[in-house]
């Protein structure tokens, strides 16, 4: 049986959609060549458009399902929650040929997902878990599909409410930071003068950190060069010194180096959030740790803290933006963190340790040594 590729356009990627799509006729044409299959069918949920797909595919010679028996499968009634996930299950109804398979990929309203197969005869014991192993592999590709899709919505999202964001602070900042020059400039010496100048300093400082924050936003390449991230950390550390000794929390970093090509300024914005975020929830007298460890084409560094760790819902959610479990917090530190890590290829996830306590995990990648 020869295999037709997904074609697209001349010189273009051809779309998530149409990824996913070509990985699904692959595996049902793989089917349909080691199996005795008049016929398949595959049922999934496609994000990019909100939308449930059917896709049908026939053995050579073999015609199409009749009307009735489209009817019959696209009314789903033959499919119960008693049906065991990624186990194939018979499916009788006079509309289908030959013998009848479904194997439900995950049960979920609307829009359940699952493999339908028209078999010319009894599948055998070890073709039925040839076909489970299959229907592992689909359900796995298409959760991956919908949750980076799911990823690249928020990273839009975010990337809008930054821009927004930046534009609506720009002037403002201005403003003050044109004032607090007239005062330092009008002002005899003394306190007075020191305050303006102080608040002068302070503007600027989150003038140059809002420039950052636009910055990400843009998805514009990175500035990444060779940089120890133990004395990035330093810095995120020394900054927030007295956040944490007000709480009596201390914080401790491995003292051997870690090398790795990134943008310097933005990586220090990831570990300032999740230092932040660490220190928030630690109780008094605790600890927060950084460790680093570097593999051959990866690092990574995990942070960990002594708090009361993080719900099923927080670990569903906790990188969305405007999710936050902070009083006053916006639920943009930890998506902006997660956008940074991945603009530098890497990846940014978060779990509980068995003996208390939350830890984010952050992975970049590492150049091989020549």
Known sequence: MKLSPVRTDAGTEPSPSTQLEGVCQLQIDQLLVVLPLMGACIAYYDP?????????????????????????????VWLHDAMPVLTLSDLESGFLPGRGYACPLVHRSPNPEYLLLF???????????????????????????????????EIELLEQVIQRTGHQLRNPLSL???????????????QSQEQAAIIRETVNDLSANLTELIYCGQGVRLRATPHDLRQVVAEAVEGMRPLFERKGVQVTYPETSLVLPVDRLQMKQVFDNLLQNAVHFSPEGTAVRFRWRAFQSEALVEISDQGPGLSSQDLQNLFTPFYTQRPGGTGLGLAIARKIVLDHQGSLWAQNLPGGGAQFCLSLPRPQSR
């Open 48 to 76: 990019q458009n909100g939308q449930q797909q059917r896709l049908f595919r026939y053995a050579p010679g073999q015609t199409m399902l009749s009307a009735s028996a489209l009817e019959y499968l696209a009314s789903e």
């Open 119 to 153: 078999a010319s005869q009894e599948l055998s014991a070890e073709q039925c878990q040839l076909v489970e192993r299959s229907a592992g592999l689909l359900a796995s590709h298409i959760a991956l599909h919908q949750r980076c899709w799911r990823q690249h919505a």
């Open 176 to 190: 003050i930071s044109l004032y607090a020059e007239n005062l330092c400039l009008g002002l005899p010496g003394g």
